[in-house]
């Protein structure tokens, strides 16, 4: 018996980390289809919802409640807001840098927690903070020497990413408090409102286009919604249902984590010691304060 729960936790976590390198990839295929970042966010967004709402319809789950309609829109406008930052921030500054400082969302998080819901502030998070910080400085420090305004807006994009997300996830956990059972079809719907709006914006907006430059751009961005918006976030959610909370808190670091290794081997950028240095700060600070956030939930 304890074999075979020993098995499926192993099975759990091996769903868990090749969603996340799966799901690490994105960021690549955004630099390397020749879209834009809107252009990019839309198509992953179209393609993922639709296939998403697919399988709600195979699987038979619910219709949600037409009530949250409105949250819907805005979780749909916030995600896509949030696509469009992050791909920005990879165009500007590259893939390993810009998913690493869109992956602090635990610091907005408590913070909207704090500020706006009177949640008690977690006695370690100003020394989270203050190893977060910095992580951040040595990851930047060679972009802030050069002191380019493209590199400035990346690191900025970046680090907005990740309080857009935060932003996100409220709205996602109010969404899935309300239609349980309907979780598939919630993902789906709030993916295809989301392309509907950057399909909007796309149209209205002078010199964009939905236009795939080339067959191998068209390929980039296919497996950007099918692998990395569908597939890897499938395997992850599997995965968290058979695994330790502070288990699938590191585990879902390896996101981050393979993106700025890829990074470093594949376009050899960010390969200073004192920024993998501060990429190993930084993981281990936002994973300390994930775990120590459940650990308080749960006591």
């Given at each position: 018996m304890?074999?075979?729960s020993?098995?499926?936790?192993?099975?759990?976590?091996g769903?868990?980390?090749?969603?996340s390198?799966?799901?690490?990839a994105?960021p690549?295929?955004?630099?390397f289809?020749g879209?834009?970042?809107?252009a990019?966010s839309?198509?992953?967004m179209a393609?993922?919802?639709?296939v998403?709402?697919?399988?709600?319809?195979?699987?038979?789950?619910?219709?949600p409640a037409?009530?949250?309609f409105?949250l819907?829109?805005?979780?749909?406008?916030?995600?896509?807001?949030?696509l469009?930052?992050?791909?920005?921030?990879v165009?500007?500054?590259?893939a390993g840098?810009?998913t690493?400082?869109?992956?602090?969302e635990?610091v907005?998080l408590?913070?909207?927690?704090?500020?706006?819901f009177?949640e008690?502030?977690?006695?370690?998070?100003?020394?989270?903070c203050?190893?977060?910080?910095i992580?951040v400085?040595?990851?930047?420090?060679?972009?802030?020497?050069?002191?380019q305004?493209?590199n400035?807006?990346?690191?900025s994009?970046g680090?907005?990413?990740?309080?857009?997300?935060?932003?996100?996830?409220?709205?996602?956990?109010?969404?899935?408090?309300?239609?349980?059972?309907s979780?598939?079809?919630?993902?789906?719907l709030i993916?295809?409102?989301?392309?509907?709006?950057l399909?909007l914006?796309i149209?209205?907006?002078?010199g964009?286009?939905?236009?795939?430059?080339?067959?191998?751009?068209?390929f980039y961005?296919?497996?950007?919604?099918?692998?990395?918006?569908?597939?890897?976030?499938?395997?992850?959610s599997?995965?968290?249902?058979?695994v330790?909370?502070?288990?699938?808190?590191l585990?879902?670091?390896?996101?981050?984590a393979?993106?700025f290794?890829?990074?470093g081997?594949?376009?050899?950028r960010?390969t200073?010691?004192?920024?993998?240095?501060?990429?190993?700060?930084?993981?281990?600070?936002?994973?300390?304060?994930?775990?120590?956030?459940?650990?308080?939930?749960?006591?």
């Amino acid at each position: 018996m304890a074999e075979l729960s020993s098995n499926k936790q192993w099975s759990s976590a091996g769903c868990i980390v090749l969603g996340s390198s799966l799901i690490s990839a994105s960021p690549f295929f955004v630099e390397f289809s020749g879209l834009g970042a809107a252009a990019n966010s839309f198509y992953r967004m179209a393609i993922g919802g639709a296939v998403l709402f697919l399988i709600a319809i195979l699987q038979q789950e619910k219709w949600p409640a037409r009530k949250y309609f409105g949250l819907y829109l805005l979780a749909a406008l916030t995600i896509a807001l949030d696509l469009v930052v992050w791909n920005q921030s990879v165009l500007y500054i590259g893939a390993g840098l810009s998913t690493v400082l869109a992956n602090l969302e635990i610091v907005f998080l408590v913070l909207i927690g704090t500020l706006f819901f009177r949640e008690k502030l977690p006695p370690l998070f100003f020394k989270m903070c203050g190893l977060i910080a910095i992580g951040v400085c040595f990851l930047i420090h060679p972009y802030i020497f050069e002191m380019q305004f493209s590199n400035i807006l990346g690191i900025s994009f970046g680090l907005a990413a990740s309080l857009i997300y935060s932003i996100y996830l409220i709205l996602l956990k109010n969404l899935g408090t309300a239609n349980r059972g309907s979780e598939t079809f919630t993902l789906a719907l709030i993916c295809l409102f989301g392309a509907a709006i950057l399909a909007l914006f796309i149209a209205l907006t002078p010199g964009m286009t939905f236009s795939i430059p080339t067959t191998q751009g068209f390929f980039y961005v296919l497996s950007n919604g099918l692998l990395c918006q569908v597939l890897g976030w499938l395997l992850i959610s599997k995965g968290l249902k058979g695994v330790s909370l502070s288990l699938s808190g590191l585990l879902m670091l390896a996101q981050p984590a393979l993106t700025f290794i890829i990074d470093g081997f594949l376009m050899g950028r960010n390969t200073h010691w004192l920024q993998i240095l501060g990429c190993v700060i930084l993981l281990a600070a936002v994973y300390g304060s994930m775990r120590r956030e459940k650990e308080e939930k749960l006591a």
